[in-house]
């Protein structure tokens, strides 16, 4: 295989779509199949370029010095023999000087909106020349489109045409009324570009990078939601073991101090979760390549979720059968959690620690505010590893996720010890079944949260190992605490019901889900050529047809449908058992406010396109 011009980790320019700029960019790989090079900009923008799109840093300044030192002999000579003609010429030849200065230092439409505070210039009618100059960069031909982009984002400056001197590349474009004032300012300029450092030479190198954009009500929110959520956890498990769990009955009463702390309970959790790690780390089951990392790197994953699954499996029914009383996880359910949240307020300042020897590559872009309560929850390592062991990629899919499963299946039991039945009633079969279904084919499609938001995008701090480790074993567990102490008898017709409803929002959620993943790691597969899509400038498309032409989010809409059949079960005697389905609405609200913002910062125009072709969110025709 012929060696790359252009070697990942290199910083080189690299031309934006659309237009004759160039920006300082640093190469993070390259695409045997595409031919297309992976670059990121200084704001985070990455973008795929082709070879002649790129140049090295050093001919981009030797072009750019070149450009300013060039002069025609035709041009002098013309200028002693004709003085009639000296006004045009100068004007004209300050005209390209300037013009070319623009080109590379105004910003594109599509880029960062900071870079508007580049120095602005009047722009004033020239006399016309038969011949245009060679270094003119406004040539009606060839540059039509990119000087009417420039003639609308360069604007009158009063203080640029007061003072046109002061800053390097301020120029003043309207006719001069003297030629040995205009040789003058000329010569003036060329000095200040050959005495200016290379990157003042260059101008704009790059888009100016964007402060980090803070979720969750910023840096106030942060401190919010890391008492809140916890506090909020404990009032659903107090509240659920009510004989009347009605809000009605707020507040429930706090228990004793010694009562959430057990040393039997943390020893559980940690033997769960060395057992998890335990299968993660084994060599079976494929080995993932993840996404093109800003470093120009690509980690790979140990996926091997549906084997773990099934030893878990396994192992739970051999204990059971060897007599273990697994109805002690609903009767020591507070202290099991008490243990969870220790182990991930302990990792979680870990990863903190840890996060900030790290180099800036490896940080995520939202969570690197420099704010340390906001930097801790949102987390500031993108993928924090211990060798080959993934901490997130883990945390994600395997000891609260199969620990979902578990504790369901030990609320049945519990059921059946509680209301004295040989079986456990058909609600809690629903649920169970349901629930279970979901979390296997997550294992089963594990490679596939490798280009989801929470593996590409998002730092592992305390909002995500609390979630993985809290939130998602004991709060998703609702449902099947609730039938507990409250069965809920279904006729036959109402069962039938909830299952048709499941089973149509689980081919929704999984078709839809399959399209992207495979439409994002290769768009080119000969599967997908019935797929339409719009062209963006990244170089990247939008899927706007199959489940991705009926709504913009259909794997939200199939997560809905889903949540839906978990709650139906419970009945309608209790608001509690619909809090999955109430917090899954508020989280979808949030994701789709941020992937659209997220969606029309990147692809910009293109974006308002999709959005015109594809008008529904989440649900078609409602919202």
Not at 56 to 68: H, M, V
Not at 125 to 146: G, I, Y
Not at 446 to 469: S, V
Not at 511 to 525: I, L, T
Request: hydrophobic share 40%; charged share 20%; glycine share 6%.
């Amino acid at each position: 295989m012929p060696s790359l011009k252009y070697q990942p980790g290199e910083k080189v320019m690299g031309r934006w779509p659309g237009s004759s700029l160039y920006y300082e960019v640093k190469v993070l790989g390259f695409d045997s199949k595409s031919r297309l090079y992976t670059v990121i900009y200084k704001d985070g923008t990455e973008l795929e370029l082709k070879e002649q799109d790129i140049i090295s840093y050093l001919s981009f300044q030797a072009r750019t010095r070149s450009r300013s030192n060039s002069r025609s002999p035709g041009r002098r000579r013309s200028r002693s023999r004709s003085p009639a003609r000296t006004t045009r010429r100068s004007s004209s030849r300050t005209a390209a000087a300037a013009s070319a200065a623009i080109t590379e230092s105004a910003p594109s439409s599509h880029g960062d909106a900071k870079l508007k505070r580049a120095p602005e210039v009047k722009l004033s009618p020239l006399p016309q020349e038969k011949k245009p100059t060679e270094n003119s960069s406004n040539n009606k031909h060839e540059k039509k489109e990119e000087n009417n982009t420039a003639s609308k984002e360069i604007q009158p400056d009063a203080k640029a045409e007061a003072d046109p001197e002061k800053n390097l590349g301020r120029y003043n474009l309207r006719r001069r009324k003297d030629d040995g004032e205009a040789k003058a300012a000329e010569a003036k300029t060329e000095q200040q570009v050959k005495e200016a450092k290379p990157s003042a030479a260059l101008a704009v190198t790059g888009p100016t990078p964007a402060s980090p954009r803070l979720d969750f009500g910023g840096k106030i929110g942060a401190f919010f939601w890391t008492l809140f959520l916890p506090a909020w956890v404990l009032f659903l498990l107090l509240q659920v073991n009510r004989k009347d769990p009605s809000l009605a009955n707020f507040p429930p009463p706090l228990p004793p101090l010694q009562s959430f702390w057990d040393p039997q309970a943390l020893g559980f959790v940690v033997l769960w979760i060395l057992f998890q790690a335990l299968l993660y780390v084994l060599p079976v089951g494929k080995l993932s390549e993840g996404v093109l990392l800003r470093s120009g790197r690509r980690l790979k994953y140990r996926t091997n979720g549906f084997f773990a699954v099934l030893v878990s499996a396994a192992v739970v029914a051999a204990a059971v059968y060897q007599g273990a009383d697994l109805t002690y996880i609903h009767s020591h359910f507070l202290q099991l959690t008490t243990a969870s949240f220790l182990i991930a307020m302990l990792l979680s300042i870990y990863l903190y620690v840890r996060s900030r020897s790290t180099s800036p590559d490896e940080r995520a872009l939202g969570g690197n505010s420099g704010n340390m309560i906001y930097d801790f929850f949102k987390g500031r390592e993108l993928n924090p590893r211990i060798k080959e062991f993934d901490l997130k990629f883990f945390c994600e899919m395997r000891p609260g996720l199969i620990g979902w499963c578990l504790i369901n299946f030990a609320m049945a039991l519990a059921e059946m010890k509680q209301q004295k039945l040989d079986a456990p009633s058909s609600s809690m079969i629903l649920v169970n079944v349901f629930q279970l279904l979901y979390v296997v084919d997550g294992l089963w499609n594990e490679e596939a949260i490798l280009t989801t938001m929470d593996l590409m995008h998002d730092g592992f701090g305390y909002m995500l190992a609390f979630g993985d480790l809290v939130w998602v074993p004991f709060t998703y567990t609702l449902q099947a605490h609730y039938l507990v102490s409250h069965p809920n008898p279904l006729s036959l017709p109402v069962l039938s019901a909830i299952v048709i409803l499941k089973l149509v929002g689980f081919y929704i959620f999984r078709k839809s889900n399959s399209e992207k993943n495979a439409f994002r790691r290769n768009p080119s597969d000969p599967s997908l050529s019935h797929l339409k899509t719009i062209p963006t400038a990244t170089g990247k498309s939008l899927l706007v047809s199959g489940w991705w032409g009926v709504v913009r989010h259909p794997n939200y809409l199939g997560d809905l449908i889903m949540a839906l059949a978990w709650s139906l079960p419970c009945g309608f005697s209790h608001i509690l058992p619909w809090f999955y389905m109430i917090y899954f609405i508020i989280l979808l609200v949030h994701r789709d406010s941020r992937d659209m913002n997220e969606c029309r910062r990147k692809y910009g125009s293109a974006w308002d396109e999709y959005c015109r072709t594809v008008r529904y969110r989440i649900i078609p025709r409602v919202y």
